[in-house]
């Protein structure tokens, strides 16, 4: 990555489907969360009730290789690309805040001063939306950082979107299917 790059976001990541021979752990994280949003989704309740969510993206891995590396304040659907869900799961065991930094702080979408701050604690999941209501970031983390990253797709928002990037002849990437259990 280059330095401007570097400056926005530290870490390092790779995407994997889940059924790859080393990553089965992983396809079965996918499978829980690909579950939890089937039953939100089907229960069409609250906000989930505008939404129709049938596809996501692959796992994203992240790793924060430590030397304050963080992720600046964004939002990672300011775009209307179908991203409406973001799943995060954390796999840093003794993790402590005063010690590692990288929490991730979530911001409201009024900029009242409230803000979330969660841990990246072991085992932990964590869903919020993927627009603008919450803009979040990775604060400098002094320790190696580990999440995996799932997001769900509104099929209406992104068919839009994939209508969009065929009509500006752009790489639309690969949707998967959801498979609860």
Same mark, same amino acid.
């Given at each position: 990555a280059n330095s401007n790059s570097k400056l926005i976001r530290g870490d390092r990541i790779t995407w994997v489907e889940g059924n790859e021979?080393?990553?089965c752990n992983i396809g079965f994280l996918i499978r829980i969360l690909d579950s939890i949003i089937? %039953?939100?989704n089907n229960i069409a309740f609250g906000e989930f009730q505008n939404y129709r969510i049938t596809r996501r993206t692959k796992a994203m891995i992240a790793c924060y290789p430590s030397n304050?590396?963080?992720?600046?304040?964004?939002?990672?659907?300011?775009?209307n690309d179908g991203r409406c869900i973001t799943s995060i799961y954390y796999l840093n065991k003794d993790y402590n805040r005063e010690r590692?930094?990288?929490?991730?702080?979530?911001?409201p979408q009024m900029n009242n001063g409230i803000v979330a701050d969660i841990e990246p604690r072991?085992? %932990?999941?964590?869903?919020f939306w993927s627009d603008r209501r919450n803009p979040h970031e990775v604060m400098p983390s002094t320790r190696m950082r580990f999440a995996i990253t799932v997001w769900y797709f509104d099929a209406n928002e992104r068919e839009r979107a994939i209508q969009k990037y065929?009509?500006?002849s752009m790489h639309c990437p690969n949707d998967k299917d959801l498979v609860p259990f």
């Amino acid at each position: 990555a280059n330095s401007n790059s570097k400056l926005i976001r530290g870490d390092r990541i790779t995407w994997v489907e889940g059924n790859e021979q080393i990553c089965c752990n992983i396809g079965f994280l996918i499978r829980i969360l690909d579950s939890i949003i089937t %039953r939100c989704n089907n229960i069409a309740f609250g906000e989930f009730q505008n939404y129709r969510i049938t596809r996501r993206t692959k796992a994203m891995i992240a790793c924060y290789p430590s030397n304050f590396t963080k992720y600046v304040r964004h939002v990672d659907n300011p775009n209307n690309d179908g991203r409406c869900i973001t799943s995060i799961y954390y796999l840093n065991k003794d993790y402590n805040r005063e010690r590692d930094g990288g929490v991730l702080r979530l911001f409201p979408q009024m900029n009242n001063g409230i803000v979330a701050d969660i841990e990246p604690r072991f085992n %932990r999941v964590i869903f919020f939306w993927s627009d603008r209501r919450n803009p979040h970031e990775v604060m400098p983390s002094t320790r190696m950082r580990f999440a995996i990253t799932v997001w769900y797709f509104d099929a209406n928002e992104r068919e839009r979107a994939i209508q969009k990037y065929r009509q500006n002849s752009m790489h639309c990437p690969n949707d998967k299917d959801l498979v609860p259990f």
